[in-house]
């Protein structure tokens, strides 16, 4: 009776630990790699659409211009970089919740843009990008004639 109680405990912190790695993905942090230095993380974007062109906002506080490389194409933009972790002299650390490391998003936009004339800007760790749309993928309205 005592292994069975044992085994229970088990798949119950096993299911714990996955349910933890579920809600990391899930708001941007990703598990560090047994050995590995830094860890990747995702930052969190918002995407909006007027009849002209598509805005993405993306949170990137902490990260160096420099450190950002935006990729446009016919429909997908991606975001990657790296955000290093300034280290302290002399400290022990009691608690880190901040992801540093490389970081990537893709976001499908599912129409067509003008990779051409993309925009970037980045203030106050907000990097807002903006895509105008192909004259194919804009919506036309047509009005009908009545005889």
Do not use: C
């Not at 429909?75 to 608690?95: A, C, F, V, Y």
């Not at 901040?98 to 003008?114: A, D, E, M, T, Y």
């Amino acid at each position: 009776m005592e292994l069975s109680k044992r085994d229970s405990l088990r798949e119950m912190a096993l299911i714990r630990e996955e349910i933890d790695r579920l809600f990391d993905s899930f708001f941007g942090k990703r598990p560090k790699l047994m050995g590995a230095e830094e860890s990747e993380w995702t930052p969190v974007v918002d995407v909006e659409e007027t009849p002209d062109e598509f805005v993405v906002i993306a949170e990137i506080p902490g990260v160096r211009k420099e450190d950002v490389n935006i990729l446009v194409t016919d429909d997908r933009l991606s975001i990657s970089g790296n955000r290093e972790k300034k280290q302290m002299k002399n400290t022990t650390s009691h608690q880190l919740e901040r992801s540093f490391g490389r970081f990537k998003r893709v976001i499908s936009l599912h129409s067509g843009i003008r990779a051409d004339r993309a925009t970037a800007s980045y203030q106050d760790g907000l990097l807002a990008v903006t895509l105008p749309k192909a004259e194919k993928a804009k919506s036309k309205e047509i009005s009908v004639d009545v005889q």
